[in-house]
């Protein structure tokens, strides 16, 4: 076999595999994780879940009824991501926030995804309406707050403080941290 023809088709498998749409388990980027698909609740709106097929970061899923006879679909966006090793294994992880939008509703919820290096789901974050800063209104994260630090996950949320309405918006601001105890992520004090 001549070394062009080698060469000849290196390049097409080269090529071919840069079409590849990545799934979780393939892809190694930060911008892949925009085109992804997630198994997500909508911050237990669907106790269930559903997937979410994510193309340039967002995806409108259909809702089905007997699940949820008050919604018709749910607008699904990435938010943001960052990574670093949250395991100690030396091995970047990544932590994927995502925004749900029941629709119809004005509502925003958000679900965070934590995923090993293989790309596999660790865990998801405890709910922002969970948290002790949770008033009538939960927090919302601030996405470019979102990192990895000291094996740590650091987020800035922004929270609902007296005379904020949903129309407003929170004005106060808090960071909130969660280490990984090898089952679960637990808030740092």
Not at 83 to 91: A, M, T, Y
Request: proline letters at 7%; charged letters at 20%; hydrophobic letters at 35%.
């Amino acid at each position: 076999m001549s070394l062009s023809r080698v060469l000849y088709g290196l390049a097409a498998c080269v090529l071919l595999a840069g079409c590849a749409h990545p799934i979780h388990g393939e892809a190694s980027s930060a911008q892949d994780w925009r085109d992804a698909t997630y198994k997500i609740t909508c911050d237990g709106v669907v106790p269930g879940g559903f997937r979410a097929a994510l193309h340039d970061g967002v995806a409108k899923v259909s809702a089905d009824v007997s699940d949820t006879p008050y919604y018709q679909s749910f607008d699904v966006d990435l938010e943001a991501t960052a990574s670093g090793d949250l395991d100690g294994d030396g091995k970047p992880d990544t932590v994927v926030l995502l925004q749900c939008h029941p629709q119809p509703s004005n509502g925003i919820v958000e679900e965070a995804q934590v995923f090993d290096a293989a790309r596999h789901l660790i865990a998801g974050l405890p709910s922002p309406r969970t948290l002790p800063q949770a008033t009538i209104l939960p927090p919302i994260y601030d996405p470019s707050g979102l990192s990895v630090q000291d094996e740590e996950i650091v987020a800035v949320m922004k929270v609902y403080e007296d005379g904020d309405s949903h129309a407003s918006g929170p004005s106060g601001r808090t960071t909130i941290r969660w280490r990984w105890d090898g089952r679960n992520f637990q808030r740092v004090p």
